[in-house]
């Protein structure tokens, strides 16, 4: 029998808009051999996965803790677990993620409205409220920042235009946790999903999820135990979560103090998750997210020397991923192909309308350093030239210390 | 800021129903470095992941991928993927895990359909045929080895009684798969889904699945392409999977070679669940599955010797778990306890009607070897007999010894 050798990647700097390369002490930690599902050093690392992921999304919140998936399970187990076929669900779309929010909702029966803007730009709290008002949603579902155009939208004046029509809250942060301000209380969101991949330093395969009081008692009346395990007096709801996998009664249960069985839990990705929070929060959140802001403003700064026009409105873009128009006369592909196999480096395309017009290039987690950004603006700089286009040489070099420079002044 | 330590497990041997330890060297591979999700790396250990399950699922089924989440997230993508609200679903429930498939099939919102046997027991081909006479379901959704009573439907005949009314035939392997025969494309079986953290020695997390062109047709006949990254002509269902995360029609776009984004792959579980089928197929699907076979003979000697009487059927006994009555007069979980916490060996214990008076014992994966059976056995002796049960000294390990010996003479 013909069998493939083992797993032994090329080496990558990751430099797209995720996922990116993983801090190493993450998969040092994902190597630790595993322990029982309810074995004390597992019900602990659980709890304190919980403490730590509290600390991330800067919350009170009882219920936080992870969904086992990619950072879409975390989303649609969001979704599922709050509406019934028939709610009412606006989707202010400013980007990829936004379709897949309108989407997934969709299959889960709400009747979803939408607004829209061109990608790249984000809306106005006039914008969605005339839509709150207008649509009358049970809940507003909403990306935080769409790594698809670069963007983030706002967040901090919802909850009032929310509270007026006792809309919920649900927002993806994937993109820009612990990158970006994000305040999970303090913006009164009552769903928050994540993944690992981008501003944490893991791997997908982990969705960090925090749910409001109210949000979890709603789904909490929603509750079924299933049979297999169901004791007497044991909820039956008449209107279950349409989803087994992602009913989050089940999943809180599984991780509260009574440790229902659901799921068995991925044992080795909370591992990583776990230490995706420890080594945000040894730093500080605060100073990681310095640190994406300053790395993100360098890679603007040395592109832009180098004749790259940034794309969208960078009022509002994320710290941690910059899109660039591709000049004309450069075929896209082909310098991201040298950039890959040439240098090592790779940086990412678009979806739908960018798709072929903008190149995006990441600064997040790990690869938030200066030597990634300087190697990959040195190797981009490279590739451009040899690509026919015009470039100063080391502008882009120079620019990007100029930003180092003045934070070390 | 208080945070937590690294982590850092105890050592556990863990001889329990699964999770089991995982293979050191799946973990090893785990923690290789990432690389992006459309390196031509990372598609050929995609194509690679497809190629080594087909062989684990001895099939020539094209549609061979992986689910990123727990086995269960792999049943219910198969089952929300399959049926459409108002399909009958046909569920023989002999333990937990056909009580999951019966409710993962009602949330779906199929018209669901039960036979019981008492846990530890299967049913004859006779009981099927009648029900799928009586109930002519579009689906027959059947656990194959069901760890909480620890015996193995037999599914060699299904595909017969099953064509006499077009019915799909769905089974869930998780717990057999790698450790017992299983034949996907000889027993005729139309998707099956699997785990890693029984006999295939790996972290759960992953769910491999295997699909028929006959169900992949079906499900890609309900396909709609998400509108973030629509083309023109691209289809657009008008009976959507319920689910976008367990649309199986976009997982095989994701794993084709169109590579249509869907999740982003958890790249750090598929490098583990490539290594569980490297290292599976290595030692040969014989061989692997003699090696549970003689270790769970070890283990039934042994138990058996040390005056434990074993649970259920045990001709339809699955060769990696054991089911033992707990002695009259032995506190179960006390002896959990202590061989937990004393010995760092976990077993484990029993759901629904066999709570409290069921030891489940596993022998799978990386745990089927002698040295594993053997101290499990010495261990449970000690602890057996200060609980006040009266045991042989040395009996169990006698035993053991006893069906070893027959292999090496």
Known sequence: MNLPGPINPPARLLMGPGPINADPRVLRAMSAQLVGQYDPAMTQYMN????????VFVTENQQTMLVDGTSRAGIEAAIVSLIQPGDRVLVPVFGRFGHLLKEIAQRCGAEVHTIETEWGQVFTEAQIDE????????????????????V??????????????????????????????????EWGIDIATAGLQKCLGGPSGSAPITLSARAAALIESRKSIEEGIRDVGDPVSEHPVASNYFDLGMVMDYWSERRLNHHTEATT??????????????????GAIARHDLHGRAMLAGTTAMGLKPFGDLEHKMTNVLGVHIPAGVQGDKVRGEMLNDFGIEIGTSFGPLHGKIWRIGTMGYNARTDAVLTTLASLEQVLRRAGHSVTSGAAIDAAYGVYDEVSA
């Open 131 to 150: 839509a709150l008002e207008r649509v009358r949603p049970k809940l507003l579902a909403v990306v935080h920042g769409d790594t698809s155009t670069t």
């Open 48 to 55: 304190e996965t919980m403490a730590l992921y509290r600390q």
């Open 152 to 185: 983030a939208q706002p967040l901090a004046g919802l909850r009032e235009l929310c509270d007026k029509h006792g809309t919920l809250l649900y927002t993806d942060c994937t993109a820009t946790l612990g990158g970006n301000e994000f305040l999970a209380d």
């Open 269 to 286: 990705a909370l591992y990583g998750a776990r230490e995706c929070a420890r080594i945000l929060l040894e730093e500080g959140l605060d």
